[in-house]
């Protein structure tokens, strides 16, 4: 594992973004992206969509940009890319065990406790607070976890 320190600087970092406005797979990939050469800004603007769970309260923004990271580092595609991939299957379902140790699930909608994909979950989640007193702590570990994965193994070319 990697020190605490790079844990806590990749955590706080997502949190921060989360904080800023962004959801919670922009602010995971955007927090560990620029170290593996994707720019944040880029990075941002390829995690939109899996936020909210996909934007269907399915799996955790959070943990989606976390696997978007991992696929950055160790990812690989094409003729020459099936080892690659195979790793990087299994450092993703890795990734999930870890998280659902934490969190006790991987879906957005039971993470929360509603479904922010409808008109009525959303108000929920909005007017109780969820997506700042949940996702935040979702987002951080999400964030802390791939970070000492990524720290721990060496990346493809």
């Known amino acids: 594992m990697t020190d605490d320190g790079t844990r806590e600087i990749a955590s706080r970092e997502a949190v921060r973004l989360f904080a800023d406005g962004h959801n919670c797979a922009q602010a995971v990939l955007g ?3 620029p170290g593996f050469g994707l720019d944040r800004e880029t990075a941002v ?3 939109t969509g899996f ?3 996909l934007s269907m309260g399915e799996t955790c923004g959070a943990v989606s940009g976390a696997v978007l990271a991992l ?3 160790y990812g690989g595609g094409g003729p020459g890319g099936t080892e690659a991939k195979l790793a990087t299957y299994a450092m993703a ?3 999930f065990d870890a998280f659902a140790k ?3 699930a991987l879906r957005c909608r039971e993470l929360i406790g509603c479904d922010p994909s409808t008109p009525e979950g959303m108000l929920v989640a909005r007017t109780e607070g969820r997506f700042g007193s949940i996702c935040a702590g979702l987002v951080g570990t999400a964030a802390a976890i791939a970070a000492d994965m990524l720290a ?3 990346p493809s070319a």
């Open 152 to 154: 721990t193994r060496s």
């Open 51 to 53: 936020g909210i769970g």
């Open 71 to 73: 696929g950055l580092a």
């Open 31 to 33: 927090a560990l992206a």
């Open 45 to 47: 603007r390829l995690a």
């Open 93 to 95: 379902g890795e990734f």
């Open 102 to 104: 934490v969190h006790g």
